[in-house]
C-alpha cells in the first residue's frame, strides 16, 4: 500500500483516520462488554424471564395439574374472578402491612445501630461482626428458630415475659388473629436488620470527618449534624437499602409458610401465600399465575413509584438551592 504523504498533510494516504481510530475501539470495547455479559443475561433468560413470561400467557387459560397440556382460553376468567372475591385484597392488604411496617421499623432501628457502631464503642471491630450472624442464618432455618421462641408450653419469650410480669398465661403467638402477623415480622426483623444496619453503616464510614468537624466549629449540635449532614449524604444509600428491602419483603414466602402456612385463618396469607395455595393446593394453575402476574405488576409499580418520590425530592433540594 502506497503511504505517500498527501501534499500539506501530516498522515500518509491509507492511513485510518483519527475518528474512525475512535469508532473503531468503541466497537471493540462494547463487543468485550457484550461478551463478558451476554452468559449472565442469557442465564437470566433461561432462569427468570422464560418461566415470568410463561406465567403471564398461562394466566389467561384454564390449566391445573390435571390437564397441563390442554390450554383453553377462558376471557379473562382468572382476572375475573380474583377481583371478584376478596381474598386477593385480604391479602394484599396484609402484604402492604407488613411490607411497609417492617422496613419502617428496619430503617429506623438500623440508623440507629448504625450510629452506635459508627461512634468510639468498646470492641467496635467483634461487634460488627457479630451483628451479622442473623443475616447468615438460613430463612427456614430462622423460621424453625423462631417458632420455637414463639412456642405456647415451652417457648422462651412467653417464659421470659411471664418472669417479668409483662403476661399472666402463655400466648397462642403463631395461633393467634391478633399476633401472629407480629410474631411473623419480629422474626423478618432478626433476621434482616443487620443487613439494613451494614449498609447504612458503610455509608456513614464514607461521609468525610471534615464536614463534623466544620459543623461543631458552627456551634452544630448533634441532632442538627444528623439532619443536615448525615441523613443527606446518605440519600443514595437509603434509597437503594430500603427499596432492596421492601423488594425482598414483597416477595418473601419461606418465612410465613413455614411459620403460619398463611394461618391462622388468612392472618397472614401474603400475595406470595395466596399465588402458592392458589397454584398448588387448589390445582388452579392459571388462577394462581394471574395472581402473580398482579403481584409483579403491583411489585413493579411501587418500585417506580419509589424512585420517582426520590427523584422528586432531589429536584425540589436543586431548585431550592438554585434560589
Do not use: C
Not at 225 to 243: A, G, R
Not at 271 to 290: P, R, V
Amino acid at each position: 500500500m502506497d503511504h505517500t504523504l498527501k501534499p500539506g498533510s501530516g498522515a500518509p494516504q491509507g492511513a485510518p483516520k483519527a475518528g474512525e481510530r475512535r469508532i473503531s475501539e468503541l466497537w471493540k470495547d462494547r463487543l468485550f462488554l457484550l461478551a463478558i455479559v451476554s452468559p449472565a443475561m442469557i442465564l437470566l433468560i433461561l432462569t427468570i424471564g422464560i418461566p415470568i413470561v410463561k406465567s403471564i400467557y398461562m394466566s389467561f387459560f384454564d390449566v391445573s395439574l390435571l390437564k397441563m397440556k390442554s390450554y383453553s382460553w377462558n376471557e379473562f376468567s382468572n382476572y375475573r374472578k380474583i377481583f371478584e372475591n376478596s381474598e386477593f385484597f385480604d391479602s394484599l392488604r396484609t402484604t402492604i402491612v407488613y411490607v411497609f411496617g417492617i422496613v419502617a421499623v428496619q430503617f429506623v432501628l438500623g440508623m440507629l445501630l448504625a450510629m452506635i457502631l459508627n461512634g468510639p464503642i468498646a470492641l467496635r471491630k467483634l461487634t460488627r461482626t457479630l451483628i451479622l450472624i442473623p443475616w447468615t442464618v438460613p430463612t427456614i432455618v430462622a423460621s424453625l428458630l423462631w417458632m420455637w421462641l414463639f412456642q405456647p408450653q415451652y417457648g422462651v419469650i412467653n417464659y421470659i415475659l411471664q418472669q417479668a410480669g409483662i403476661i399472666d398465661k402463655p400466648y397462642q403467638w403463631l395461633a393467634d388473629l391478633k399476633l401472629a402477623l407480629p410474631a411473623v415480622m419480629t422474626a423478618a426483623l432478626w433476621r434482616q436488620l443487620p443487613f439494613m444496619t451494614t449498609m447504612l453503616l458503610a455509608g456513614m464510614q464514607g461521609i468525610s470527618e471534615d464536614m463534623y468537624e466544620a459543623a461543631k466549629i458552627d456551634g452544630a449540635n448533634k441532632r442538627q449534624m444528623f439532619f443536615h449532614i448525615t441523613l443527606p449524604m446518605l440519600k443514595n444509600t437509603i434509597k437503594t437499602v430500603t427499596l432492596i428491602a421492601i423488594i425482598e419483603n414483597f416477595k418473601m414466602f419461606p418465612l410465613f409458610w413455614v411459620m403460619t402456612g398463611g394461618g391462622p385463618l388468612t392472618a397472614t396469607t401474603t400475595i406470595a401465600i395466596l399465588s402458592y395455595k392458589t397454584a398448588f393446593i387448589q390445582l388452579d394453575l392459571g388462577k394462581g399465575a394471574a395472581i402473580g402476574t398482579l403481584w409483579l405488576i403491583l411489585l413493579i409499580f411501587i418500585s417506580w413509584l419509589y424512585n420517582k418520590l426520590f427523584a422528586l425530592g432531589e429536584d425540589t433540594g436543586v431548585r431550592g438551592k438554585a434560589h
